[in-house]
């Protein structure tokens, strides 16, 4: 019985990780697309197409920012996009991030 239920640990743990894995690399695929001047609508368009991403814009002073996590990477990897008040992109970056 042991033996079984180490063996659904192991493999729950294994889903899990290729998961949060298959996730982080979505996130940062796609960040990498978002070089200079690329429009907001291309930004939104080509994150409609991730399977595993959510985003927000956050609006501010400077320009606006779209925030983009997983659920699936338990919101420790993002990927922060820049856009100036022309919807044009300044930066984009991906990384770890903790969120607390």
Same mark, same amino acid.
């Given at each position: ?23 982080? %690399?979505?996130? %940062? ?72």
């Amino acid at each position: 019985m042991r033996g079984l239920l180490g063996l659904v640990l192991l493999v729950a743990v294994g889903a899990g990780g290729w998961i949060f894995n298959e996730a982080r %690399k979505e996130v %940062k695929f796609l960040c990498g697309n978002f070089g200079l001047g690329v429009t907001q609508d291309s930004v939104l368009s080509q994150l409609g197409t991730g399977d595993f991403l959510r985003y927000e814009m956050v609006g501010g002073p400077d320009g606006t920012a779209v925030i983009v996590d997983s659920l699936y990477t338990l919101n420790t990897y993002r990927c922060t996009i820049l856009l100036n008040h022309s919807g044009q992109v300044l930066h984009a970056e991906a990384g770890f991030h903790l969120p607390f």
